[in-house]
T-cell receptor, first 112, second 116 residues
Framework: ELKVEQNPLFLSMQEGKNYTIYCNYSTTSDRLYWYRQDPGKSLESLFVLLSNGAVKQEGRLMASLDTKARLSTLHITAAVHDLSATYFCAVAGGTSYGKLTFGQGTILTVHP | GAVVSQHPSWVICKSGTSVKIECRSLDFQATTMFWYRQFPKQSLMLMATSNEGSKATYEQGVEKDKFLINHASLTLSTLTVTSAHPEDSSFYIC????????????FGSGTRLTVV
C-alpha cells in the first residue's frame, strides 16, 4: 500500500523567511504532485514532477523530486502572507494506475 | 484549460434523505472520475473511482450502497449519498485525469454537505 507522509504538518513562518516542506512516499512512483488548498476551497495545482531530479519553480515556490530517496521538497523563498494555505503532496502509482494518494497536508501560516 | 464543474457548491439536507452531487467535464472527455471526501483539517481520502460505462471501484471501507456513483457519459459523473446521516457531513471533491496535459489532474470546486 502506497503511503505518503508530509512534514511538518504545521508551519508558522515570518514573512521574508525561507522554509522547506518534505514529502516522503513508500513505493516506487514516477509522478508526484503538489497542490495548494485555501480554506473552504478545492485544490489548486502547483507542480507536476515526472522524473528523478525534476525541479520546477513558480514565483516563491520551488519543488524538486528525488525518486531514489522517494522524497520531494517544496521550498518557500521569502514567504509572504499570501502563501498562507494548506499544501498537499500527492503520489500516483503503486498498484492502482491513475489513483492519487495524498499526504496529510501542511498548514502554512505566514506572519508579518 | 480543462475544467470540471461540480454542483452544488453546498447543500444542507435532513438526516435520512439523499443528496446527488454532479461533476461535469466542460471541455474534455473524462473517461475516469475520482471521488474524494475531506473532513475538516484532514487530507483527501479517495472514496471511489468511476469509469464511463462501467461500475465504480470503491476503496476499502466505503459503502457501495450508501455512496452510489454513476458515470453514464464521458462528461458526467454523479455521486449520490443515500440515507444521509450527520457523520456523512463532509467536503466532497471530484477529480479527473486530463489526457495530454502532462499527467495533470483537474479538480471540481467541491461540495460542502451538511446533514442535520
Amino acid at each position: 500500500e502506497l503511503k505518503v507522509e508530509q512534514n511538518p504538518l504545521f508551519l508558522s513562518m515570518q514573512e521574508g523567511k525561507n522554509y522547506t516542506i518534505y514529502c516522503n512516499y513508500s513505493t516506487t512512483s514516477d509522478r508526484l504532485y503538489w497542490y495548494r488548498q485555501d480554506p473552504g476551497k478545492s485544490l489548486e495545482s502547483l507542480f507536476v514532477l515526472l522524473s528523478n531530479g525534476a525541479v520546477k519553480q513558480e514565483g516563491r515556490l520551488m519543488a524538486s523530486l528525488d525518486t531514489k530517496a522517494r522524497l520531494s521538497t517544496l521550498h518557500i523563498t521569502a514567504a509572504v502572507h499570501d502563501l498562507s494555505a494548506t499544501y498537499f503532496c500527492a503520489v500516483a502509482g503503486g498498484t492502482s494506475y491513475g489513483k492519487l494518494t495524498f499526504g496529510q497536508g501542511t498548514i502554512l501560516t505566514v506572519h508579518p | 484549460g480543462a475544467v470540471v464543474s461540480q454542483h452544488p457548491s453546498w447543500v444542507i439536507c435532513k438526516s435520512g434523505t439523499s443528496v446527488k452531487i454532479e461533476c461535469r467535464s466542460l471541455d474534455f472527455q473524462a473517461t475516469t472520475m475520482f471521488w474524494y471526501r475531506q473532513f475538516p483539517k484532514q487530507s483527501l481520502m479517495l472514496m471511489a473511482t468511476s469509469n464511463e460505462g462501467s461500475k465504480a471501484t470503491y476503496e476499502q471501507g466505503v459503502e457501495k450502497d450508501k455512496f452510489l456513483i454513476n458515470h453514464a457519459s464521458l462528461t458526467l459523473s454523479t455521486l449520490t449519498v443515500t440515507s444521509a446521516h450527520p457523520e456523512d457531513s463532509s467536503f466532497y471533491i471530484c477529480s479527473a485525469r486530463v489526457a495530454g496535459s502532462g499527467y495533470g489532474y483537474t479538480f471540481g470546486s467541491g461540495t460542502r454537505l451538511t446533514v442535520v
